[in-house]
């Protein structure tokens, strides 16, 4: 795979970060994006070229694009669209402009950043766009609402879009991790304190027995929680096979809630769900 190039998204820590270097390794030219000028610092510490990307700032999604084609004179094998965060709390008392910024982040900035991409890979007659979904995108959870939505809609988006590139010599691709060992709680937090009112909450005792205990509370690996290699390898699969699945599900829990969600009725599968 010498010589060909990436671009992944959300690379300063978890998920990002291992692909980043996983893939490298496996011969890739890896631009490893983050949205905070210490973080692409810190990865060019580390030898990577590192545009700043941030998926809530088109004007940064224009210009780290254009950084990375000014390096590869023009060109970009595979896009890894892996940056996102959470907000949570119930529905009831998330904000709509609460809502807007995650999906600001988790939908449009990918959506921004794929249109940028897919004239490029056009043009050149190959590429490769994978999308980082969860299992959260096939199911939901309590607490999760927002990020739910916006995974829910980036399943939709990638179905639609790589149905619509069956004619292009342009692959596709989602993958839903799961419980993967990453800083998307400690990441959440600012979030939460910002948007959420709890204490205002007809759900107050609910927050602190509940999610305040999980968001503050540093714990050990979930159950079925796999490390962030788990999945690049599964991202090297589809980048690197010359017929790369549609989808690939990462963890036990993402293949369990998959064969649920096609098996189970409604109402037999928000049991299952709420049971935790």
């Given at each position: 795979?010498?010589?060909?190039?990436?671009?992944v998204?959300?690379?300063?820590?978890?998920?990002?970060?291992?692909?980043?270097?996983?893939?490298?390794?496996?011969?890739?030219?890896?631009?490893?994006?983050?949205?905070?000028?210490?973080?692409?610092?810190?990865?060019?510490?580390?030898?990577f070229?590192?545009?700043?990307?941030?998926?809530?700032?088109?004007?940064?999604?224009?210009?780290?694009?254009?950084?990375?084609?000014?390096?590869?004179?023009?060109?970009?094998?595979?896009?890894?669209?892996?940056?996102?965060?959470?907000?949570?709390?119930?529905?009831?008392?998330?904000?709509?402009?609460?809502?807007?910024?995650i999906?600001?982040?988790?939908?449009?900035?990918?959506?921004?950043?794929?249109?940028?991409?897919?004239?490029?890979?056009?043009?050149?007659?190959?590429?490769?766009?994978?999308?980082?979904?969860?299992?959260?995108?096939?199911?939901?959870m309590?607490?999760?609402?927002?990020?739910?939505?916006?995974?829910?809609?980036?399943?939709?988006?990638?179905?639609?879009?790589?149905?619509?590139?069956?004619?292009?010599?342009?692959?596709?691709i989602?993958?839903?991790?799961?419980?993967?060992?990453?800083?998307?709680?400690?990441?959440?937090?600012?979030?939460?304190?910002?948007?959420?009112?709890?204490?205002?909450?007809?759900?107050?005792?609910?927050?602190?027995?509940?999610?305040?205990?999980?968001?503050?509370?540093?714990?050990?690996?979930?159950?079925?929680?796999?490390?962030?290699?788990?999945?690049?390898?599964?991202?090297?699969?589809?980048?690197?096979?010359?017929?790369?699945?549609?989808?690939?599900?990462?963890?036990?829990?993402?293949?369990?809630m998959?064969?649920?969600?096609?098996?189970?009725?409604?109402?037999?599968?928000?049991?299952?769900?709420?049971?935790?």
């Amino acid at each position: 795979m010498t010589g060909r190039s990436i671009l992944v998204t959300g690379c300063s820590s978890g998920i990002g970060h291992d692909a980043a270097h996983g893939l490298r390794a496996r011969g890739w030219r890896v631009f490893a994006a983050c949205r905070k000028p210490g973080d692409c610092a810190r990865l060019r510490d580390e030898g990577f070229d590192a545009p700043l990307i941030d998926h809530a700032d088109a004007a940064s999604i224009e210009s780290g694009l254009a950084e990375v084609l000014e390096a590869t004179g023009g060109r970009l094998d595979a896009l890894f669209n892996n940056g996102a965060f959470a907000l949570p709390c119930a529905v009831e008392d998330l904000p709509t402009d609460g809502l807007r910024s995650i999906f600001e982040a988790n939908l449009f900035g990918v959506h921004d950043l794929t249109r940028r991409v897919i004239p490029v890979m056009r043009t050149q007659g190959h590429g490769r766009i994978v999308n980082c979904s969860s299992v959260l995108g096939l199911v939901p959870m309590r607490w999760r609402g927002a990020y739910v939505a916006t995974k829910f809609a980036l399943e939709g988006l990638t179905d639609v879009l790589r149905i619509e590139m069956r004619d292009t010599p342009l692959h596709v691709i989602t993958i839903e991790p799961g419980p993967v060992t990453s800083k998307i709680r400690e990441n959440s937090i600012p979030h939460f304190e910002r948007w959420i009112d709890w204490e205002s909450s007809a759900r107050a005792e609910q927050y602190r027995d509940s999610l305040l205990k999980r968001l503050y509370t540093a714990r050990g690996p979930d159950r079925f929680e796999l490390p962030a290699s788990a999945v690049t390898r599964k991202l090297a699969h589809a980048l690197e096979s010359r017929r790369p699945r549609p989808r690939y599900y990462v963890t036990t829990p993402t293949y369990l809630m998959g064969a649920a969600r096609r098996i189970l009725p409604t109402r037999a599968l928000d049991w299952l769900i709420s049971r935790g």
